[in-house]
């Protein structure tokens, strides 16, 4: 049984930051890859970041450079820190991780940048 909860959204000024959360309660958390994603109104879901069991991470062209993924495995938490917000960055966005061929999100949380 997987179980993702995101945490940290909100409203922010262009410019701003925030600091996303995702908190799993699963068994060997440390050695599956963890990733997020983001759905804006009428767009389709889009990968965003994504860190390895080795603390590798990987990110889409559109956030590289601004958003920062990390994990703390000891509390089986990952996080996504936000910088330098956009507009075009209002979405939910998803925490997701895969076991065999299933794959677990959470519900979500609403990040609006706007002023």
């Known amino acids: 049984q997987v179980n993702l909860v995101e945490s940290g959204g909100g409203l922010v000024q262009p410019g701003g930051s925030l600091r996303l959360s995702c908190a799993a309660s699963?068994?060997?958390?440390?050695?599956?890859?963890m990733a997020w994603y983001r759905q804006a109104p009428e767009n389709e879901r889009e990968f965003v970041a994504s860190i390895g069991r080795s603390g590798t991470a990987n990110y889409a062209d559109s956030v590289k450079g601004r958003f920062t993924i990390s994990r703390d495995d000891s509390k089986k938490t990952v996080y996504l820190q936000m910088a330098s917000l956009k507009p075009e960055d209002t979405a939910v966005y998803y925490c997701?991780?895969?076991?065999?061929?299933?794959?677990?999100w959470g519900p979500g949380t609403q990040v609006t940048v706007s002023s």
């Open positions: 997701t991780t895969d076991r065999g061929l299933q794959t677990y």
């Open positions: 699963v068994t060997l958390f440390s050695i599956y890859p």
